[in-house]
Nanobody
Framework: QVQLVESGGGLVQAGGSLRLSCVGS????????MGWYRQAPGKQREFVAD???????NYADSVKGRFTISRDNAKSSVYLQMNSLRPDDTGVYYC??????????WGQGTQVTVSS
């Protein structure tokens, strides 16, 4: 079993910053991909960013230049530095991991609210 625990969400004014963290525990052999998705009220969950074990990162167009994803393989952790936050960044942010052995897992989510 794999458990993912997110932290770092909160309430911030537009233009502010937050840093999300996700720590994995359990039977982990090395996630191939770690990433973040978000879900705004009344909308479907959408991709935000992900990063491979070799540290190759991908971003949604809406966050490019504002968000930075990073990971620490030794700690089975992934981070999302979010700068220049906008009200439309509001939502529940979910950590996602994919591994050949572990399969796909989701965290419980952390709320990010950006006020205008």
């Amino acid at each position: 079993q794999v458990q993912l625990v997110e932290s770092g969400g909160g309430l911030v004014q537009a233009g502010g910053s937050l840093r999300l963290s996700c720590v994995g525990s359990g039977n982990i052999f090395g996630f191939e991909t770690m990433g973040w998705y978000r879900q705004a009220p009344g909308k479907q969950r959408e991709f935000v960013a992900d990063i491979s074990r070799s540290l190759s990162a991908n971003y949604a167009d809406s966050v490019k230049g504002r968000f930075t994803i990073s990971r620490d393989n030794a700690k089975s952790s992934v981070y999302l530095q979010m700068n220049s936050l906008r009200p439309d960044d509001t939502g529940v942010y979910y950590c996602n991991t994919k591994g050949v052995v572990e399969g796909t897992h989701w965290g419980q989510g952390t709320q990010v609210t950006v006020s205008s």
